[in-house]
Every structure is written in C-alpha cells, then in structure tokens.
Nanobody
Framework: VQLQASGGGLVQVGGSLRLSCTASGSIFEIDDMGWYRQVPGKQRAMVATITAGGITKYTDSVKGRFTISRDNAQNAVYLQMNSLDTEDTAVYYC???????????????????WGRGTQVTVSS
C-alpha cells in the first residue's frame, strides 16, 4: 500500500491550503486515515484523523481552522487548512490504517502506512 500526498506549498499568514492524499496498491479495506505534522527537532504530532464512518478528531490548535474529510471510494483523505499561521509550518504526513491482500489472502491485521510528506510553509 502506498500513500501519495500533495498540495503543500508556501502561503502567507491567514491564507489557505488543501492537502490531498490517495492510497493505492493491494488494499482490502482502510480504517482510520489522518494527517500528522513534524517540525525539525520535534516528534511527529497528530493534526487530524477520520474514521471510515466519518468521525473526526483534531488537535486543539487547529480546531475551527482545519477540516479533514475523506472519499472512501477513492481511498483518499483531504485536509482543508484555513487561517494558516506561522506555527502551522511543518512537513505534513498522511497516514492510513489498512488491511491488504497478500496474494489472494487478506492480511490478518491492520497495518499503519505513511506517505512521504509534503512541506507547508506559512510566511509572515
């Protein structure tokens, strides 16, 4: 299973960006999907997650500004980021918890998959 993220870039304070991430490969089913971010010298931290049924969770600092959504038919997850601040500058990673095919057999458990990350830079 591979995750490909896109949509990062450079934006001014108060601006918006929309991140997209699509999962591909021998996917049987995807459970939770989400976005994490990491700045140099710090651990990767959860930004937002969404279950297959659409239940969302956000870190406190992005509530009211960011919206996570997903398209189960496309195996995709999105992050709409509004009112961006310099503190949102980070590399953003998408993640998916999925079961995959091993030949004709479905894996017995879920695995956590990560995309390569996309840089978001907010300038003042």
């Amino acid at each position: 299973v591979q995750l490909q993220a896109s949509g990062g870039g450079l934006v001014q304070v108060g601006g918006s960006l929309r991140l997209s991430c699509t999962a591909s490969g021998s996917i049987f089913e995807i459970d939770d999907m989400g976005w994490y971010r990491q700045v140099p010298g710090k651990q990767r931290a959860m930004v937002a997650t969404i279950t297959a049924g659409g239940i969302t969770k956000y870190t406190d600092s992005v509530k009211g500004r960011f919206t996570i959504s997903r398209d189960n038919a496309q195996n995709a997850v999105y992050l709409q980021m509004n009112s961006l601040d310099t503190e949102d500058t980070a590399v953003y990673y998408c993640t998916a918890r999925a079961r995959h095919y091993e030949g004709t057999v479905v894996s017995g458990r879920y695995y956590d998959y990560w995309g390569r990350g996309t840089q978001v830079t907010v300038s003042s």
